[in-house]
């Protein structure tokens, strides 16, 4: 009987301490588990409050489920924000580059109706006004076409090219241009198959060649060599024209950079930009050298096996 008297005061006293242990234990399991879901949803309401898209869900390291949403929403919350900066990054240089030919227009616009003028400075002002909208044409297209490039490049579909043949038929379209009496020749070898898409691999060595154009000199020359070494497939352009700065070297690829005086005001400044773009889309690299006064040469190297060929 004293026994059993002694078990059950034992037990009056340790079951209400297991039963807050328990409670505790339960409680304090429970709000780690919730706690992610906790995170996610103060994670979400502060970027719906602030629009902070740099915001991230905070767990640790795991590998369970919520662990793995946590992980999904991070990936969602990184590339929204990579898409609106990348939209504010467009507005922003588009403004910038759009104001300089709006305010040209403007002032020509304003100078014909203040009073009547003769034939000749109508016409002068009504060139001016078509050049500087012609150039804003280009410049909203690359600015269409570069922003597609970032945000959307999986919506260009690649395909077994014939390169030799892609080279040639641009080489041909571009050596009729001519410009300062420059002469383009090219050596595009023999039936050079690759997997790529064809509009951006048109549009990366026409951008290359009407550079080589703007910046050659009279009577100059621009040459498109396309050979495959190895396991590589090199796609250079050559010319004779002002070259390049060593100071400039390094930025000419950056979206509107433009060089020294001699370079300034040709192009929009998203030419060479878009080229490393689609080099980089299809996986290949781009070097560029350069001597001031000498010309400059730069290099598509594309990476050549089997597999990609056969795609």
Known sequence: EGEISSIS????????????????GGYLIAKKMLRPIQEISEAASHIEKGGDLKKRIEIGNGKDELHQLANSFNEMFKRLDESFETERRST???????RTPMAVIMAQC?????????????????TVINRQSKRMTVLINDMLDY??????????????????????SVC???ALIRDKGIILSYDA????????NRYLLTRMLGNLISNAYKYGKENGHILVLLERKNDEILLHV??????????????????FYRADNSRSGKGTGLGLSMVKQIASFHGADIEVESTPGKGSR??????????KDSR
């Open 9 to 24: 005061r034992f037990s009056l006293i340790a079951l209400p301490i297991l039963l807050v242990l328990s409670v505790t």
């Open 92 to 98: 922003s240089d588009a403004s910038h580059e759009l």
């Open 110 to 126: 304003e100078f014909i109706l203040e009073k009547d003028r003769s034939p000749e400075e109508y016409k002068k002002a009504l």
């Open 147 to 168: 922003t597609r490039m970032e945000m959307k490049a999986d919506s260009y579909e690649r395909q077994p090219l014939d390169l030799s043949q892609l080279v040639r």
């Open 172 to 174: 041909d379209d571009m």
């Open 189 to 196: 070898g023999d039936s050079i198959q690759y997997c790529a």
């Open 238 to 255: 050559e010319d004779d024209g002002i070259g390049i700065s060593s100071e400039d070297l390094p930025h000419i690829f950056d979206r």
């Open 298 to 307: 730069f290099t598509i190297r594309f990476a050549f096996t089997e597999e």
